[in-house]
């Protein structure tokens, strides 16, 4: 199933565009209004367009040239986003990092990107310090904030040098605007198969997310959104800020979510719009009243998130007065896909049509196309210049991997029904999904298979009563180990992200395997939560962030 002629000859894409142009129009029309709000702290169109110039002066004072990359640790505020615009102004590409990567996972990232500079958060240094001198071409740090007296044993062969020092007061604007075409950002996905890859995506293809999700779940130039996702996300980023800059709208940025402080957030913020994950509108909706959410019975008319579970949507309605909820598209960051206007009813369950600009259609193993009501893998095609993915960053070969026979294959499972509309079904790749973030078991298999006392492990989903994958790590110790289960989890704690710890891990004599010895997985998703698990919510110990 898959977009007809007449669909592809009735539609017409908007004009190409990056965030910078857009920027740029919103500033002509509207300087004096707020564009950002963090924590209340606004700024006009005009001061971040300001900003971001003499921002983008200074780092190319620094050496930062078109083209060249440049890796980011930074927290939701304004820096980041500072960051991203004037790295973009003089044709640079922004590299965002997870704030939670550590030890390999962030070394990895850091030396593929191939950045010479990072910007990083005071409270990070210390991770980047200790991957020293493995990060590849990196020969400069400016950090956000003070760095305090633990940090005297910098390594030599780094500059660290203080952001507010290259924050510039040159605000000429910048003589053109960057080609739709090029590089706007490298954002990492987990990998299944390999390490994480960096995503090319181009401006043009950020202004392309946020158009086509404003269709899903529209808002005007009256209204506020509201966010904590993290803004080295593409949701943030292009569903965000690109989409808040398209319709003149105003963004109020989080730091963090909190059930408790949400209602607060929302009524301080004037928030008429709110992107969250679907997970935490789950735990919205099983939330104890406040007189803060009373209050704001019915200012949020829009909740942007899938997914939504039909009962979930019922308690966003019932109690806090919201009258569209999620956001009826699919994709991921290489190219999102289906989509469906917000005033077409769609069948609980779906994600929408197929985007005109795409072509979509579910193949079997052999690239042959399957009839409506078929699951299979969703594979597309984009009808317009630079609206996916320009393929990974340094790695062709994976790009060639994912183009079989010239279509783009996403790894999940979907399908099409009579009326076009598109049904996720599963994922076909080895990943886990667990708070907003997605998990690379092969990453994470061999973080683990570092540990001395471990032989053989494997890193599977297991059923979340929250919504999303909870992660469980069935291993076989070596003989004679003396490793518990809770001593290997406060080890993992130290080393990969917080939201990698793990749930669940149990320990086995044998692993089920198939003959040529790879670990069947599914057999150990379905056995699931066994009597011999060990479940870290029963435990009492508690990961930092």
């Known amino acids: 199933m898959s977009s007809t002629p007449e669909d592809v000859r009735a539609w017409r894409p908007g004009p190409r565009d990056t965030p910078v142009a857009a920027l740029a129009r919103a500033v002509a029309a509207h300087p004096h209004k707020v564009l950002f709000d963090f924590g209340g702290a606004k700024t006009s169109y005009a001061e971040f367009d300001a900003l971001s110039n003499c921002m983008a002066h200074a780092l190319a004072a620094l050496g930062v040239r078109a083209g060249a990359t440049v890796v980011s640790l930074l927290d939701n505020h304004l820096d980041a986003v500072l960051l991203w615009f004037a790295l973009n102004k003089i044709g640079a590409v922004s590299v965002p990092l997870n704030t939670a990567l550590k030890g390999e996972f962030l070394r990895h990232q850091v030396a593929d990107s191939e950045a010479e500079i990072v910007v990083a958060e005071a409270a990070y240094i210390a991770r980047l310090a200790a991957l020293a001198p493995r990060l590849g071409r990196v020969r400069q740090v400016l950090v956000r904030g003070r760095l305090d007296d633990g940090h005297t044993d910098l390594p030599a062969d780094l500059r660290f040098d203080p952001l507010d020092a290259h924050r510039g007061d040159d605000a000429t604007p910048l003589q053109a605007l960057p080609d739709p075409a090029a590089l706007n950002a490298l954002i990492y996905t987990s990998g299944t198969t390999g390490p994480s890859k960096g ?10 997310v946020a158009r086509l999700l404003l ?9 506020v959104l509201w966010t904590p996702l993290p803004l080295y996300h593409m949701n943030a980023i292009a569903t965000g800020v690109v989409s808040t800059l398209l319709v003149g709208a105003t963004i109020s940025i989080a730091p963090r979510f909190s059930v408790s402080g949400f209602w607060p957030a929302v009524e301080a913020s004037g928030a008429t719009v709110v992107s969250i994950l679907g997970a935490l509108g789950t735990l919205l909706a099983q939330a104890p009243d406040n007189d803060a959410m009373k209050r704001c019975f019915g200012q949020v008319h829009t909740v942007k998130g899938n997914p939504f579970a039909p009962e979930i949507k019922q308690t966003w309605r019932r109690r ?11 994709g991921l960051t290489e190219a999102l896909i289906t989509s469906v206007p917000a005033d077409v009813a769609v069948p609980e369950g779906s994600s929408g049509r197929c985007a005109p600009e795409f072509d979509v259609r579910i193949f079997d193993a052999d690239d042959n196309e399957l009839p409506p009501g078929t699951a299979g893998e969703v594979v597309c095609r984009p009808l317009h210049p630079d609206i996916m993915f320009k393929g990974y960053w340094r790695r062709p070969e994976d790009t060639q991997k994912v183009m079989n026979n010239l279509w783009f294959h996403t790894g999940d499972i979907g399908r099409f029904d009579a009326e076009g509309f ?5 994922r076909k790749k080895d990943y886990l999904r667990r708070r907003g973030e997605n998990i690379s078991s092969f990453e994470m298999e061999s973080a683990i298979l570092l540990h001395p006392e471990i032989e053989q492990v494997a890193v599977h989903a297991v059923f979340s009563t929250v919504g999303e994958d ?9 003989d004679g180990a003396t490793v518990t289960e809770e001593t290997l989890c406060r080890w993992l704690a130290e080393r990969v992200p917080y939201y990698a710890v793990p749930r669940y891990i149990e320990f086995r004599e044998e692993l089920p395997s198939n003959p040529q010895g790879r670990v069947l997985k599914y057999q150990l998703r379905d056995e699931g939560v066994t009597p011999a698990t060990w479940d870290i919510e029963k435990s009492g110990f508690k990961p930092t962030r």
């Open 320 to 330: 806090f007065g919201a009258r569209r909820i999620g956001s009826n598209a699919y």
């Open 422 to 426: 598109f049904y996720f079904v599963d």
């Open 215 to 223: 269709r899903a779940a529209p808002f005007g130039p009256d209204d």
């Open 470 to 478: 909870d992660l469980k790590v069935t291993a076989r110790r070596v």
């Open 199 to 208: 995503c090319m995506i181009s401006g043009n293809q950020m202004c392309h």
